[in-house]
């Protein structure tokens, strides 16, 4: 039988991400993975992050001076944070941060969240034509939390999945049909178990104490197909997660909790399947399970 890890090298995963720091957050793990495997990986990020809020206390003191910045700043701190998980490409395609849902920067004229939908389509179908993915990676309808960027990015990245084979956008090169589209996931029963551990160690349960069934960014377990081994990864993790350093605040457990911790219980990384053109059975422990390096699937 052949080595399933062996002749995976040369496939491709491409994320769809809104903002600066959410490639880490939910799936930095896969993204490491993917380089230690011999993938290549592509991360495009929609928006410029520009409205998000100051945590740095350093940075937050001098908002003034920062604010200005704040595109580039976040523009270094995700470049940073791809070279350590190895990403192999980053691709910012500029659009304005819009701000958390109901905020009046959803209005401004180049809010992702406003954005002519045909073209900015086109824009993540110019990139998977040309970064030919096997693998795409994006939120579920909800966004992940319900911010305006995350559904804007489900939405022009189902679409675009979708439009990069068929012959629409001719000029935008060659059709590409992606194998297996995934959502990124947080399941319930994880939230119940990182509860329960703060808990009996004494702590404040990261997520508050709500019911896990009433918080807007947990996923059913039932639509939870893929579960990723990330744990000889997550010191990267962390340290990409800390490369955003205008992003950081207490509350992120990749930070807070101790490293053994963290590699012994929450190292792994969830995903849900939305489609797969190659055979596959669930549940997966790999994004790549049922594709090979040599099969590319018809364009
Ligand atoms: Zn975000």
């Given at each position: 039988?052949?080595?399933?890890?062996?002749?995976?090298?040369?496939?491709?995963?491409?994320a769809?991400?809104?903002?600066?720091?959410?490639?880490?957050?939910?799936?930095?793990?896969?993204?490491?993975?993917?380089?230690?495997?011999?993938?290549s990986?592509?991360?495009?990020?929609?928006?410029?992050?520009?409205?998000?809020?100051?945590?740095?206390?350093?940075?937050a003191?001098?908002?003034?001076?920062?604010?200005?910045?704040?595109?580039?700043?976040?523009?270094?701190?995700?470049?940073?944070?791809?070279?350590?998980?190895?990403?192999?490409?980053?691709?910012?395609?500029?659009?304005?941060?819009?701000g958390?849902?109901?905020?009046?920067?959803?209005?401004?004229?180049?809010?992702?969240?406003?954005?002519?939908?045909?073209?900015?389509?086109?824009?993540?179908?110019?990139?998977?034509?040309?970064?030919?993915?096997?693998?795409?990676?994006?939120?579920?309808?909800?966004?992940?939390?319900?911010?305006?960027?995350?559904?804007q990015?489900?939405?022009?990245?189902?679409?675009?999945?979708?439009?990069?084979y068929?012959?629409?956008?001719?000029?935008?090169?060659?059709?590409?049909?992606?194998?297996?589209?995934?959502?990124?996931?947080?399941?319930?029963?994880?939230?119940?178990?990182?509860?329960?551990?703060?808990?009996?160690?004494?702590?404040?349960?990261?997520?508050g104490?709500?019911?896990?069934?009433?918080?807007?960014?947990?996923?059913?377990?039932?639509?939870?197909?893929?579960?990723?081994?990330?744990?000889?990864?997550?010191?990267?993790?962390?340290?990409?997660?800390?490369?955003?350093?205008?992003?950081?605040?207490?509350?992120?457990a990749?930070?807070?909790?101790?490293?053994?911790?963290?590699?012994?219980?929450?190292?792994?990384?969830?995903?849900?399947?939305?489609?797969?053109?190659?055979?596959?059975?669930?549940?997966?422990?790999?994004?790549f399970?049922?594709?090979?390096?040599?099969?590319?699937?018809?364009?």
């Amino acid at each position: 039988m052949k080595d399933a890890e062996s002749d995976v090298s040369g496939l491709r995963l491409l994320a769809v991400h809104a903002h600066p720091d959410d490639e880490t957050i939910t799936m930095g793990g896969l993204l490491a993975l993917c380089a230690d495997r011999g993938m290549s990986t592509s991360v495009i990020c929609c928006t410029d992050g520009k409205v998000a809020t100051i945590f740095d206390p350093e940075y937050a003191a001098k908002e003034d001076e920062i604010r200005p910045r704040l595109k580039e700043i976040r523009e270094a701190e995700l470049r940073r944070a791809g070279e350590i998980l190895g990403v192999s490409e980053i691709n910012f395609l500029g659009f304005g941060d819009s701000g958390m849902a109901g905020t009046e920067t959803n209005n401004a004229p180049e809010a992702f969240w406003r954005a002519d939908f045909d073209e900015a389509v086109g824009r993540v179908v110019a990139h998977i034509r040309r970064f030919r993915p096997q693998v795409v990676v994006t939120y579920d309808g909800n966004g992940g939390y319900g911010h305006p960027d995350h559904i804007q990015a489900h939405r022009v990245t189902l679409v675009a999945v979708e439009a990069a084979y068929h012959a629409v956008y001719p000029d935008l090169g060659a059709p590409w049909r992606v194998s297996k589209l995934y959502y990124t996931a947080f399941p319930r029963s994880e939230v119940r178990r990182i509860a329960e551990m703060a808990r009996a160690a004494g702590m404040k349960p990261p997520f508050g104490e709500a019911d896990p069934d009433s918080l807007d960014f947990v996923t059913p377990d039932e639509l939870v197909t893929t579960r990723v081994n990330c744990r000889d990864q997550l010191s990267r993790k962390r340290e990409a997660l800390i490369a955003h350093r205008s992003q950081l605040t207490e509350e992120f457990a990749l930070l807070s909790v101790p490293e053994e911790i963290l590699r012994e219980h929450f190292s792994d990384e969830f995903y849900q399947l939305v489609f797969s053109r190659v055979p596959t059975t669930l549940p997966e422990t790999d994004v790549f399970a049922g594709l090979t390096g040599e099969a590319s699937p018809p364009a």
